[in-house]
């Protein structure tokens, strides 16, 4: 009698333990599994926000909707000079053609888009009154020789280190905000 109780108080009691034992168990993995995890995702995101919102950094890509915008630079200008030309990178992952209808900068009194070609043996310059297309799934690179950006009535010359806000006006997409550096003058087109 006493013996068999005994047992039973044994077993019951391995159960205890057991059942104990296992919850702990279940206690760890929770903690092993879960905290890291959220740990991560609030890291990435959080990065995210002070690239994107906070301050902008001059030449970090910007996505919005289906557009990537992203390089580009604006060149330096001599001290006196009203007009400054520059460019930047537009990317189109999307299946609909989209089209940059216009650019606006404070740093300028206007922003024109310009397209160079060659005639005759003669670089012609003519200011694109539709804007730029850009089409589905096309990236379209402006940029000094080409397709490029003009910011006409500088209200203080562009110096090497600068950063020019820009807001670029999309027929599909809307506005984007977008932070050029300003980089050294390399050669190219000076029309005033
Ligand atoms: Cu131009």
């Known amino acids: 009698m006493t013996k068999t109780k005994l047992t039973l108080l044994a077993a019951s009691l391995t159960l205890v333990a057991a059942s104990m034992a296992q919850m702990a168990a279940a206690g760890q993995s ?7 995890a959220p740990t991560v995702t609030l890291a990435s995101s959080t990065q995210g926000h002070d690239e994107h919102d906070s301050h902008q950094t001059a030449g970090a890509p910007v996505e919005v909707g289906d557009l990537e915008i992203s390089g580009g630079a604006v060149k330096s200008m ?11 990178v537009v990317k189109n992952t999307g299946s609909a053609d989209d089209r940059l209808l216009a650019v606006e900068s404070p740093a300028a009194g206007r922003v ?5 070609k060659m005639e005759n043996d003669v670089m012609k310059m003519r200011r694109l009154e539709d804007g ?3 089409p589905a799934g096309a990236t379209v690179e402006l940029k000094s ?8 009535e500088v209200k203080k010359p562009f110096a090497e280190g600068d950063t020019v806000p ?9 506005k984007v905000d977008y932070v050029l550096p300003v980089g ?3 050669g190219g087109h000076e029309h005033n």
């Open 132 to 134: 730029v297309a850009i």
């Open 112 to 116: 024109e888009m310009h397209e160079m």
């Open 145 to 152: 020789g080409g397709l490029h950006l003009m910011f006409m």
């Open 78 to 88: 001599l001290p006196g000079a009203k007009v400054g030309g520059g460019g930047l």
């Open 166 to 174: 820009v807001t670029l006006t999309f027929e599909k997409t809307g």
């Open 30 to 36: 929770t903690h092993a599994l879960k905290s890291p």
């Open 184 to 186: 050294a003058a390399v």
